[in-house]
């Protein structure tokens, strides 16, 4: 199948810093990605839609400026997390659709100390 | 999107047919149903979708009740591996352009030697 590839796979940071994670769809183009973010024996909450080229749309509730969204090409998206909190401290997951199917990253561990 | 009801968790033995319930009482005739399963600290993995009629594939079968408010995902001989928390969702099938899948509970599967 597809792959899509997270980078990094986990990431520890100080309390006011930004974190950058980068989603890449490696053998398809996707002109759309999705970010998720989840806490421990959560499921997945989706947090936004980066779309290739314009401005991603974000879920109610999600702060548009802390989580900036970029997906300059087709085939990678990036969510930074600005001014970051142990409050951030998540697994992040991305994921891409081909045809009627979505594929998911790896995901990112991020902690934030 | 449709909302899904899943039992929390379940269990079943090594090498036994696993059988996963999903009530989608409110699904749309245009709704597919898809299964997605998560092994600890990774990313979601496909497993199956369907629309009305039955599906099979290398890892599960599908089965999707007539009136379609309902389904079943069976895997057929679990193994320790299987162990994951296993998703039912139920999306238009919109392909590469759109098609955001919303995550509920799922349901925590443990197969026990």
């Known amino acids: 199948g597809a792959v899509v590839s997270q980078h990094p796979s986990w990431v520890i940071c100080k309390s006011g810093t930004s974190v950058k994670i980068e989603c890449r769809s490696l053998d398809f183009q996707a002109t759309t990605m999705f970010w998720y973010r989840q806490f421990p024996k959560q499921s997945l909450m989706l947090m936004a839609t980066s779309n290739e080229g314009s401005k991603a749309t974000y879920e109610q509730g999600v702060e548009k400026d802390k989580f900036l969204i970029n997906h300059a090409s087709l085939t990678l998206s990036t969510l930074t997390v600005t001014s970051a909190h142990p409050e951030d401290s998540s697994f992040y997951i991305c994921?891409?659709?081909?045809?009627?199917?979505?594929?998911f990253g790896q995901g990112t561990r991020l902690t934030v100390v | 999107d449709a909302k899904t009801t899943q039992p929390p968790s379940m269990d079943c033995a090594e090498g036994r047919a696993a059988n996963l319930p999903c009530n989608h009482s409110t699904i749309s005739g245009n709704e597919y149903v898809y299964w997605y399963r998560q092994i600890h600290s990774q990313g979601p993995q496909y497993i199956i979708h369907?629309?009305?009629n039955n599906e099979t594939n290398e890892m599960a079968s599908l089965i999707i009740t007539e009136d379609r408010k309902s389904s079943t995902l069976i895997l057929p001989h679990a193994t320790l591996r299987d162990t994951a928390v296993y998703y039912c969702?139920?999306?238009?099938?919109?392909?590469?352009?759109?098609?955001?899948?919303?995550f509920g509970q799922g349901t925590e599967l443990s197969v026990k030697p």
């Open positions: 994921s891409a659709n081909l045809f009627t199917e979505a594929f």
């Open positions: 969702i139920v999306r238009v099938a919109t392909g590469n352009q759109g098609g955001k899948l919303i």
């Open positions: 369907g629309l009305k």
